[in-house]
């Protein structure tokens, strides 16, 4: 993918979004805390299983004092099956404690802030720093990374290598919107294995970098 291309692509995605369901942080954007706590949920877990247990879990508890006050094996209760999930409700009250104890009960609006927090890495951060806040940020999961390299658009081989490159070559207006689009594509449309390549309106601008197998 030219540098040039990328413009037509979002546009693109951005149009054939439309027809795919919204990622599951997307519905719990509520408050930067539903937000925060929605992501950290959604970790190697389905969207399906993640949105179920958000709305359990907030149904409970919205606000980092609600959460504290919970008992862990009750936040483990509702918040299972997510995966790992006893060691989300231990992360999940320790974030509460240090929110109330650090923050004022607030959630940070700052990358370095809310990376000092227990759990939380730099796709949660930048998450949070963009759709909580709607502050320039680069949100990097297995979808973004894995696509942005399929396109040829990054060479990278981690997630943390893929945002630096997307911060020095993405054109700063698509930070925010980039996560959003290419879960939703990486969802529906180019799987990590056999992606659906005859039905993508984005085939003219792939290189196709390591796809052995396609649809």
């Not at 056999?194 to 601008?205: E, G, H, Q, R, T």
Request: glycine share 6%; with cysteine.
């Amino acid at each position: 993918m030219n540098d040039g291309d990328i413009h037509h692509t979002i546009r693109i995605l951005r149009r054939e979004v439309r027809n795919w369901p919204v990622p599951a942080i997307g519905h719990y954007t509520r408050t930067p805390f539903t937000t925060l706590i929605s992501c950290i949920l959604s970790l190697r877990t389905q969207d399906a299983t993640t949105m179920e247990a958000s709305r359990r879990l907030f149904a409970v508890a919205d606000a980092p004092e609600a959460m504290l006050a919970l008992r862990t094996d009750r936040i483990e209760r509702l918040i299972y099956p997510v995966a790992f999930y006893r060691v989300k409700a231990r992360t999940i009250k320790k974030i509460a404690g240090e929110l109330l104890e650090r923050f004022d009960g607030g959630v940070p609006g700052a990358l370095d802030a809310l990376l000092s927090l227990p759990g939380v890495g730099r796709k949660t951060a930048n998450i949070v720093v963009t759709l909580a806040f709607g502050k320039p940020g680069i949100a990097v999961d297995t979808h973004v990374h894995r696509i942005a390299n399929r396109w040829g658009y990054v060479a990278t081989r981690t997630p943390d290598q893929t945002e630096m490159a997307l911060r020095g070559k993405l054109p700063r207006r698509y930070w925010i919107a980039i996560n959003d689009l290419l879960v939703a594509f990486g969802q529906n449309l180019c799987k990590p294995l056999s992606p659906f390549c005859s039905k993508c309106a984005l085939a003219d601008f792939c290189d196709r970098v390591g796809v052995e197998r396609s649809r």
